[in-house]
């Protein structure tokens, strides 16, 4: 599990009857639909709703209330305490749940399946095939560039970090998390890895 979007209840709107741009603005997501229920309805039509016994005292989520209005209404999950438009909940005794959800506004919160975070170095390894083009490199270090492909991409990698089997090993930076793949930087080039040409994390 990786936390994406981390909650901050200093940001949280605080408007009464504005309970979804409450629950984002704490997430830092812009705005996409019109009330709670919405979003609720878009967790559930993609997998990403699930129930109350499945949280967990590290997870920051948006959580959908079964208040039976026509708009429902969202709160904030955040590492066991509960915060409903910028205020902190005493108690959840009573209340009814649709449950929480990996989405907020279609952004992903949280990803249950990313074993690495972004912002974490990892070392990689992953086999290529040069295509043949290079050019000078712009990194204080010089040297060239070489076009590569790894069967699924082709991109720019600097000449120092492939190996003589043409393996790239090098130790990166995660930029991107989505599901199992990562948007990598090595130097001054950023690319694509599968999560299972990462060896290790730091």
């Known amino acids: 599990m990786v936390q994406i979007k981390k909650f901050d209840i200093n940001k949280m709107g605080r408007k009464p009857g504005m309970c979804l741009q409450n629950v984002r603005l704490g997430f830092g997501i812009g705005k996409k639909f019109y009330d709670a229920k919405a979003d609720m309805l878009n967790n559930r039509s993609k997998g990403t709703l699930h129930p ?53 506004e279609d952004v992903r919160v949280i990803d249950l ?43 720019w990698i600097h000449e120092s970090l492939i190996r003589p089997n043409n393996h790239i090993v090098a130790r990166v930076k995660i930029c991107y998390v989505g599901g199992n793949n990562y948007i990598v930087q090595a130097f001054d080039q950023q690319f694509w890895v599968n999560a299972k040409n990462i060896k290790k994390g730091f």
Request: glycine share 10%.
């Open 52 to 104: 109350m016994n499945e949280l967990t005292p590290d997870m920051q989520v948006p959580v959908y209330v079964d208040s039976a209005s026509e708009h429902e209404h969202i709160i904030a999950y955040d590492k066991g305490t509960y915060y409903s438009d910028g205020k902190r909940l005493t108690s959840i005794k009573g209340i009814k749940f649709f449950g929480w959800g990996e989405l907020c």
């Open 113 to 155: 399946t990313a074993k690495y975070r972004q912002g974490q170095e990892v070392e990689i390894d992953v086999p290529i095939k040069r295509t043949g083009s290079t050019r000078k490199s712009n990194i204080p270090q010089g040297g060239l560039d070489v076009q590569v492909d790894d069967g699924n991409d082709q991109f």
